[in-house]
T-cell receptor, first 110, second 115 residues
Framework: QKEVEQDPGPLSVPEGAIVSLNCTYSNSAFQYFMWYRQYSRKGPELLMYTYSSGNKEDGRFTAQVDKSSKYISLFIRDSQPSDSATYLCAMITNAGKSTFGDGTTLTVKP | DTAVSQTPKYLVTQMGNDKSIKCEQNLGHDTMYWYKQDSKKFLKIMFSYNNKELIINETVPNRFSPKSPDKAHLNLHINSLELGDSAVYFC??????????????FGQGTRLTVV
């Protein structure tokens, strides 16, 4: 069993839809939770970064962490074609061990 | 079968030494990357190669030199190592074209400690 499981996708939604991207994990030592976005031919770029359980909002993006359920989500409101990319969740322990999800490819159709 | 493999997994070395980290991908991808994960856990891109050609070269010291003998390999050479080079280095690859062209596959990282 992988330490981090990410919904595989791909997801295809119409413009303006609300998108939910999800990851579950099994290692309770994970303390830092991140979402990366990767456009074609580009490296992943950090989108959101959270440390504790709860919600963190940045514009149209909301990252949600539920440590008790070992579940994290990224919500995208009013999705745009420019949001079409692969989204990677990543988790880090205090010791610096990093584990990434396999990524979910999102396509937002105009 | 490991998709993106990098070696070594751990590397401890003294300041001033020269070291290399190797990366290989067996996915047939056209693009490979090196990332550095700093103490704040953020992943920062260092280099990107597409079909053996450099396409991204972020601001990194010229002590870091990537070398791509073929599109399945992207090695990272570091000269005159400094304490600040201590970090986890990730190799990754992605396919240039196709329905999955935005997926990146990461290696498990090389933890470099400079003492």
């Amino acid at each position: 069993q992988k330490e981090v499981e990410q919904d595989p996708g791909p997801l295809s939604v119409p413009e303006g839809a609300i998108v939910s991207l999800n990851c579950t994990y099994s290692n309770s030592a994970f303390q830092y939770f991140m979402w990366y976005r990767q456009y074609s031919r580009k490296g992943p770029e950090l989108l959101m970064y959270t440390y504790s359980s709860g919600n963190k909002e940045d514009g149209r993006f909301t990252a949600q962490v539920d440590k008790s359920s070992k579940y994290i989500s990224l919500f995208i409101r009013d999705s745009q074609p420019s949001d079409s990319a692969t989204y990677l969740c990543a988790m880090i322990t205090n010791a610096g061990k990093s584990t990434f999800g396999d990524g979910t490819t999102l396509t937002v159709k105009p | 079968d490991t998709a993106v493999s990098q070696t070594p997994k751990y590397l401890v070395t003294q300041m001033g030494n020269d070291k290399s980290i190797k990366c290989e991908q067996n996915l047939g991808h056209d693009t490979m990357y090196w990332y550095k994960q700093d103490s704040k856990k953020f992943l920062k891109i260092m280099f990107s190669y597409n079909n053996k050609e450099l396409i991204i070269n972020e601001t990194v010291p010229n002590r870091f030199s990537p070398k791509s003998p073929d599109k399945a390999h992207l090695n990272l050479h570091i000269n005159s190592l400094e304490l600040g080079d201590s970090a986890v280095y990730f190799c990754a690859s992605s396919q240039e074209e196709g329905p999955r062209d935005t997926e990146a596959f990461f290696g498990q990282g090389t933890r470099l400690t400079v003492v």
